[in-house]
């Protein structure tokens, strides 16, 4: 079954507490997107991976954000210390080779309350 | 941050019409270009690529590419209720490390 897969689905957490989430690309792709959507800004990129290796950042929040792929069948996403305005669905979508399409997960819909 | 922009909509066209949606991006090197289709609580879902000049058909969508007005469009022929989304523009930028999505057109297609 082909498909990016994104844990957890829901998180709710306080204001505060670290947020660690999860995405597994399709086997095989070697690049990775994280991205935020809200519905004031829409889809924000957060962070881009080919081959493991971050290769753009620049729309992640440095202070509190951390993205890292400890292996290729695995990325992470962290927040810490979370705040209410980090409440958005959060996507991860993987693609072949650069340049082709991207495949999104789920998404995981965080709320800090 | 390079921009896609898109008419948030709605788009609202009668069941069998065909609906038009259309992005610019600014990055004149971009050289890939997509579009999603992304419904209510759910994640995008791709529909669409397009890398050259021209027009390329699938079904009932057709992508047009236009690089030197740096103008992508979508037509969707035919249309079904069941095309009532929020379609997004997509666009890979020169150096390939940043897809950047428009915020998207709301379509809604009447029976």
């Known amino acids: 079954d082909a498909r990016v897969t994104q844990t957890p689905r829901h998180k709710v957490t306080e204001m505060g507490q670290e947020v660690t989430m999860r995405c597994q690309p399709i086997l095989g792709h070697n690049t990775v997107f994280w991205y935020r959507q809200t519905m004031m800004q829409g889809l924000e990129l957060l962070a881009y991976?080919?081959?493991?290796?971050?290769?753009?950042d620049s729309g992640m929040p440095k202070d509190r954000f951390s993205a890292e792929m400890p292996d290729a069948t695995l990325a992470t996403l962290k927040i810490q210390p979370s705040e209410p305005r980090d409440s958005a669905v959060y996507f991860c979508?993987?693609?072949?080779?650069?340049?082709?399409?991207?495949?999104f997960g789920q998404g995981t819909r965080l709320t800090v309350v | 941050q390079k921009e896609v922009e898109q008419n948030s909509g709605p788009l609202s066209v009668p069941e069998g019409a065909i609906a038009s949606l259309n992005c610019t991006y600014s990055?004149?090197?971009?050289?890939?270009f997509f579009w999603y289709r992304q419904y209510s609580g759910k994640s995008p879902e791709l529909i669409m690529s397009i890398y050259s000049n021209g027009d390329k058909e699938d079904g009932r969508f057709t992508a047009q590419l236009n690089k030197a007005s740096q103008y992508v469009s979508l037509l969707i022929r035919d249309s079904q209720p069941s095309d009532s989304a929020t379609y997004l523009c997509a666009v890979l930028n020169q150096a390939g490390t940043a897809l950047i999505f428009g915020k998207g057109t709301t379509l809604s297609v009447s029976s």
């Open positions: 979508a993987s693609g072949l080779e650069a340049g082709a399409e991207a495949f």
């Open positions: 990055d004149r090197g971009s050289q890939s």
């Open positions: 991976f080919r081959n493991r290796a971050p290769l753009d």
